[in-house]
């Protein structure tokens, strides 16, 4: 395995690599060493674009493609060995790599046609991308780049197991109002007012009102049955 690279630390974060490729770009125009430069991918994924279903006659035009390249490898090889020769033998040689192609691809094909039988373009992406600086560029570089295009810290999504510092969090699955804290004790409830045995209130079954008795009768009653 070969050493790996030193990267330094985070001065920048896009969500785009053309965006990380500009931001490289503008390092290195503010005479930041390329050197101490780096674009690092995070989380890292594999995409399979399917282009098509592959059959004997793709098979045979791919090996077409790839055999005309070849053929004229072939084709410039024999016309610098023998420049006197006609210009059929140079086309002869040109068909005789198609052909090679072509039959090359098809055997390729048949022998795997039965595991994979469709073209396909593989791509590899990342989630973000970013731009890190060793340290001894690293004050140059986030002075050029600027606080804004500094990676910000995650914010926490909030919880609502937990209680609210300040004021009252709606439930949006239910929308009852949660409160968070202790609740005050509720207010005891008042005991009836003392009263002394013999003041209890009498109801006049004539006018309906209450009265005191026993003892709380008034003074000019009694000074009445004395008399």
């Keep these: 395995m070969g050493r790996a690279f030193e990267v330094g630390e985070t001065v920048a974060s896009f969500k785009e690599y053309d965006a990380a490729q500009k931001a490289v770009s503008r390092l290195i ?34 090996g077409a493609v790839n055999g005309v390249l070849l053929g004229l490898l072939f084709a410039a090889m024999v016309v610098i060995w023998s420049p006197g020769l006609p ?10 790599g198609i052909a090679l192609g072509m039959l090359f691809r098809l055997i390729s094909y048949a022998l795997l046609r039965r595991r994979r039988d469709f073209a396909s373009v593989m791509q590899v992406s990342a989630d973000h991308y970013e731009v890190t600086v060793l340290p001894r560029s690293l004050g140059k570089a986030r002075q050029e780049l600027g606080a804004a295009a500094r990676p910000s810290a995650p914010v926490p999504a909030a ?11 709606i439930d949006p699955s239910s929308g009852a109002a949660q409160t968070g804290g202790a609740q005050p004790p509720a207010a005891p409830a008042a005991s009836p007012a003392y009263v002394p045995p013999g003041m209890e209130p009498r109801r006049d079954e004539a006018t309906g009102d209450a009265q005191q008795s026993g003892d709380g009768e008034a003074p000019e009653s009694r000074d009445t049955d004395r008399s």
């Design 29 to 62: 125009a503010a005479e930041v060493p390329a050197a101490d430069i780096a674009i690092v991918g995070t989380a890292l994924r594999s995409i399979e674009k399917v282009t098509g279903r592959l059959g004997y006659a793709q098979a045979a035009w791919s």
């Design 87 to 96: 210009i059929s033998t140079f086309a002869g040689v040109l068909l005789v």
């Design 159 to 169: 919880s609502l197991d937990e209680p609210p510092r300040y004021g009252v969090r």
